[in-house]
Each structure stands twice: as structure tokens, then as C-alpha cells.
């Protein structure tokens, strides 16, 4: 840039590129204009190798370059077509090597949906502030539901996803349907009233709040503030499978649990038939095996009790008395034995000797024992005969009849 002066008057001459450079700060320069929403219709639509996003967006009066790079297509759920009429979010700045100012998008949403995320943010903000969100406030799930209520379209794809799960994984939970519109404005009243009912009539162990993917418009009903309210003031836990993995509405948030689709959330309140086979089986093994250990432990204890009764039993000291007494039995009649054999052996000595020392065998040994005549008593001294008694002397094998003739006392006998 140089200056220079016409008709006196200081002017300057821009190069094309400081020239557009100074256009492209001065835009981004500006606030408002790095954070907008544009809305028009999509025109030129391309999108190259490369993976960027260009388009045009306009309206009756005035057209905009757009670009949206590659890793922001990345993240969109869903990409205009040509004809389309979308809200844009980004920020202007400038394309230096092309000469143009544009729009940079980094979101991409169907016309209208601006006002309705506001909304949602809003109301979002207040359910938040009031607790319908707490996760002290929710539910747990049964293990496995008895009966199940679905509040959803009776004709709609949604029932017939989650129909089809039950009858393959669970099979014999009752469904209860309340049948309610999930789409216009009838829709949030329905939803209510379904919801009541199932609690109020339907006896059931949880509920399905379940519907089919859509816009943001077809789902609004589910960011109904009385819905929101509704499924906090339910007694029995609710669980929402509503549109797809990417949409979340309020209605997800108050939910005791929510599930991306209606198919996911039947297979979260449900257990699989063969997941419970195995559990079952799993459950008898296991049975068996504490049964086995119990056993084992009771034998071990019966036989300790069995050895403690048998010591502490009047049976044992019984037994033990018999045989004792067997014992002492044996001893006594061996002490009996003895001592006969010994009082036996003392009457045979003492009648060896009496018989030694008998008067047959005094007799035997020469000696003869005199007596009286007349009376056959014993003569022992010579004082008992006179000169003329007669006398018997017995020998030891017989008598001899004797007289006496002469009678001679020893001095020692007289001593």
C-alpha cells in the first residue's frame, strides 16, 4: 500500500491482497459475525475426494458461498440435499485466493430446528433445576418383568421392534399395551394418559416408552414439559427407546433409564431365555456342589459326635467294668487255685510227717506200745503196772499178751 495525493487530497492504493486481507480481519474482527445461524435453501451441493462439504445457500434476494471441512461432516447425523432448506451455524470470513467472503459451518440442521433447540435447552434447564433428572430420584429395573406396559403407536414400527425382541429373548412376559399417539399435538396428553393408565390398571413391573426415529419435530411431543412430569411421577420405573443413538429428549433425561432405539430398549428389561438357561444351569452346579459340601460337613461332624457320644457313653465304662471284672475274675480264681494248690500241698506234708511220726510207723521202726489188759489204756510210766498186772504189747503187726515180773523206774523219770 502506497499514498499519494489527487486534486490535493491524500489517497492510497491498496495491493489486491492487503486489500482482502484487511476485509478478511475486519470480518472476523466482528463478533456477530463469528457466531450465527444462517438459513436458506441449499443449492450447488458437492462434496469431492477430499471429504470437505461445499454448497450455496440462498434466498429469493441473495446467495452465500458455504464450506463445511472434513472432520466436521464427519459428525452430522444427516447431510442436505440440493433443494433442502437448512440452518447453518458458523462463522464469515474471507477466501483470500478466490476473492469471496463465506460461510464456514461447523452445524447443519433442517429449517426451524433453531427455535426448537432453544426451546429444548430451555425447558431442559428448568426439569434440570427442579430434580427430574437426579439419579437419586430413579428406579431400579426388575431382574425380569412379569408383565410389561408399552406406551406407544399400536400401528407404528416401534411395537413391532420391541415385539419381536420379547418373543426372542423373553417370551413369557405379558405385554400390555396403552395404545397413544407419539407425533402432533394430541401426542403429549396421550403419552400422559398411557402412562397413568399403566400405572393406575396395568399391574405391571415397567414400562416402554418407546417410538420410531424422526425429526426433531416428530419427536417434540417426548420434550413435552406434562410427559417430562408424567414419567417423574411414575411409580413404576420407565424406560424411553426413542428415534436413534443421536437423538436425546427430555423424556431420556427423566427416564429411570433410556435406551438409544425401541429394539434396545426391550433388551434392557429383559433378560435372554438362553442367558437365564445357562444361569440356571450354572445355578444347579453350583447347587450341587454346596449340597455335596454341606453333606461332607455334617458326616464330618455326625462322626465327631458319634466318637464323642461313644467315650462319653455308660456303654464304654461298661464294657470296660465286664472286662475288669472278667479280669479280676480270672486273678481270683487263679489266687483261689494257688492257694488251694499251696493249703494242698500243706496237707500233704503235714500228713507226710503225721504219717512219719504215726504210731505205725513208730511201730515199723521197732517201737511197740503197751497197754493194760484190762482196760487197754495206755501205759506211759511205770508207775501205772505193778509186778503181776497184765499187759497188751501191740507191735506192728500184732498183739503180744505179757505179765509183769519186774518193774524198774530210770532216775531221770523220777527227776
Known amino acids: 500500500m502506497r499514498q499519494f495525493s489527487l486534486f490535493g487530497l491524500e489517497s492510497q492504493i491498496w495491493s489486491v491482497a492487503g486489500l482482502t486481507r484487511h476485509i ?14 444462517v438459513s436458506g435453501e441449499v443449492s450447488n451441493l458437492s462434496r469431492p475426494a477430499s471429504g470437505h462439504l461445499y ?11 458455504c464450506v463445511m471441512w472434513r472432520s466436521e461432516v464427519s459428525l452430522q447425523t444427516d447431510l442436505p440435499q440440493d433443494g433442502d432448506k437448512i440452518e447453518v451455524h458458523g462463522y464469515i470470513s474471507v477466501y483470500e485466493a478466490g476473492g469471496q467472503y463465506q460461510l464456514y459451518a461447523d452445524g447443519l440442521q433442517k429449517a426451524g430446528e433453531g427455535a426448537l433447540y432453544q426451546k429444548f435447552i430451555l425447558l431442559k434447564a428448568r426439569l434440570e433445576s427442579e430434580g427430574l433428572f437426579d439419579a437419586a ?13 408399552i406406551a406407544t403407536s399400536p400401528t407404528g414400527a416401534a411395537l413391532q421392534d420391541v415385539l419381536n425382541v420379547l418373543r426372542r429373548r423373553f417370551p413369557l412376559t405379558t405385554v400390555i399395551l396403552a395404545p397413544t399417539p407419539v407425533q402432533g399435538d394430541e401426542a403429549p396428553e396421550g403419552i400422559v394418559n398411557a402412562l ?16 420410531g426415529g424422526g425429526s426433531i419435530e416428530d419427536l417434540w411431543a417426548f420434550n413435552d414439559e406434562r410427559v417430562a412430569h408424567a414419567i417423574a411421577a411414575s411409580k413404576v420405573p420407565v424406560v424411553t427407546g426413542i428415534g436413534h443413538a443421536t437423538d436425546i429428549v427430555i423424556a431420556d433425561l427423566v427416564a429411570d433409564m433410556h435406551a438409544p432405539t425401541p429394539s434396545a430398549a426391550a433388551e434392557m ?7 437365564l438357561a445357562q444361569e440356571l444351569k450354572d445355578l444347579r452346579l453350583e447347587l450341587g456342589r454346596l449340597f455335596a459340601e454341606r453333606l461332607m460337613d455334617l458326616h464330618s461332624k455326625l462322626a465327631n459326635l458319634t466318637r464323642s457320644l461313644q467315650i ?20 481270683s480264681l487263679a489266687a483261689m487255685r494257688y492257694g488251694l494248690a499251696l493249703r494242698k500241698a500243706a496237707v500233704k506234708g503235714a500228713a507226710d510227717t503225721l504219717h512219719a511220726v504215726g504210731p505205725a510207723s513208730v511201730l515199723a521202726r521197732g517201737y511197740a506200745v503197751v497197754m493194760r489188759a484190762d482196760d487197754d489204756s495206755l501205759v506211759r510210766s511205770t508207775h501205772q503196772v505193778g509186778i ?22 530210770t532216775p531221770e523219770e523220777e527227776d
Open 269 to 275: 428389561v429383559t433378560p435372554h431365555q438362553h442367558a
Open 137 to 149: 430420584r430413579k428406579g431400579t429395573l426388575p431382574s425380569w418383568p412379569d408383565r410389561l406396559g
Open 196 to 211: 397413568e393408565m399403566l400405572n393406575q390398571h396395568g399391574r405391571v413391573d415397567v414400562i416402554l416408552l418407546v417410538r
Open 24 to 37: 478478511r480481519q475486519s470480518l472476523e474482527g466482528d463478533y456477530r459475525l463469528q457466531d450465527l445461524w
Open 312 to 331: 462319653a457313653s455308660p456303654r464304654a465304662r461298661i464294657d470296660s467294668a465286664r472286662q475288669r471284672v472278667d479280669e479280676l475274675a480270672d486273678r
Open 55 to 65: 454448497f450455496t445457500l440462498k434466498d429469493e434476494q441473495a446467495a452465500l458461498r
Open 388 to 409: 503181776g498186772d497184765a499187759l497188751k504189747l501191740r507191735l506192728r503187726d500184732g498183739t503180744i499178751s505179757a505179765t509183769t515180773d519186774h518193774v524198774e523206774t
